[in-house]
């Protein structure tokens, strides 16, 4: 199991655009993740860190 930030680090990098071509319909919390990905898009440059 991944710890917390290593999770959502490998979720908003990786994962989020193969959840969102299947519509996001088997994950948990989807609206978290669109959430966070709107936090982000506001950005110009992110830099995540465990």
């Known amino acids: ?3 917390d930030s290593k999770y959502v680090i490998e979720g ?3 994962w989020l ?3 969102k071509t299947k519509g996001g319909k088997s ?4 609206e978290l993740w ?3 990905e709107m936090t ?3 950005h110009e440059s ?3 860190s465990e």
């Not at 994950?27 to 989807?30: G, H, I, L, Q, R």
Request: glycine share 14%; charged share 5%.
């Open 1 to 3: 199991m991944l710890g």
């Open 12 to 14: 908003i990098t990786g």
């Open 17 to 19: 655009p193969g959840w």
């Open 27 to 30: 994950v948990a919390n989807m």
């Open 34 to 36: 669109q959430a966070l």
């Open 40 to 42: 982000v898009a506001r």
């Open 46 to 48: 992110v830099t995540w």
